[in-house]
């Protein structure tokens, strides 16, 4: 059963940078084809793609937020990290991470989503 | 790069059918055979409910089926059912390895 879980902070200030840890289980990221990517909600707003790291290390980034983004994968601690710089109060919104399933271009498995505000 | 359109809202009545449309272009939609689409209940994370344009994962009800023309993609819904009412989002590669989604569309079940 795969399962995942975002954590960091609820709330950042304006400026700063946000660190969001994905944190899974029934997977190994060293499984070729394999990705997870960060998708964000603002609250009562649609769904945005962030970011998604491959099993090789290969990453991309939402071409409007590509300069503000990094994702990393931690294989052994089963875990992916994304930071976004220069946070800003549009930035408000749930974080997801989620599961892509190889060889498929789509995310099948969910965090629970948590909720980053950015606010002085 | 700008989202999806989709319809703001549909509506219809239990039993009934409803199709949601997902309009982009030649270079998302219309490029690839990779639109997905996703349910979202308030509150809750999105559930994928088609891959690859007309595939349903294990689990999802036939009522769901997905199609795609030209560079418009669709999800019907058929037999509607209360538990139906939700948030849909469409999603596709987009070239370049990139992905995009929808603007998302509430289904109200009358």
């Known amino acids: 059963q795969i399962t995942l879980k975002e954590s960091g902070p609820s709330l950042v200030k304006p400026t700063q940078t946000l660190t969001l840890t994905c944190t899974f289980s029934g997977f190994s990221l060293s499984t070729t084809g394999l990705g997870v990517g960060w998708i964000r909600q603002p609250p009562g707003k649609a769904l945005e793609w962030l970011a998604v790291?491959?099993?090789?290390?290969?990453?991309y980034y939402s071409p409007s937020l590509k300069s503000r983004l990094t994702i990393t994968k931690d294989t052994s601690k089963n875990q992916v990290v994304l930071t976004m710089t220069n946070m800003d109060s549009v930035d408000t919104a749930t974080y997801y991470c989620a599961h892509r399933p190889p060889p498929y271009l789509t995310f099948d498995s969910w965090g629970q989503g948590t909720l980053v505000t950015v606010s002085s | 790069q700008s989202a999806l359109t989709q319809p703001r809202s549909v509506s219809g009545s239990p039993g009934q059918s409803v199709t949601i449309s997902c309009t982009g272009t030649?270079?998302?939609?219309?490029?690839?055979?990779?639109v997905s689409w996703y349910q979202q209940h308030p509150g809750r994370a999105p559930k994928l409910l088609i891959y690859d344009v007309d595939k349903r994962p294990s689990g999802v009800p036939t009522r769901f089926s997905g199609s795609k023309s030209g560079n418009t993609a669709s999800l019907t819904i058929s037999g509607l059912q209360a538990d139906d009412e939700a948030d849909y989002y469409c999603?596709?590669?987009?070239?370049?390895?990139?992905?995009?989604f929808g603007g998302g569309t509430k289904l109200t079940v009358l």
């Open positions: 790291i491959y099993w090789n290390g290969d990453n």
């Open positions: 030649n270079s998302d939609v219309g490029g690839y055979h990779y």
């Open positions: 999603f596709s590669y987009a070239g370049f390895y990139t992905l995009l």
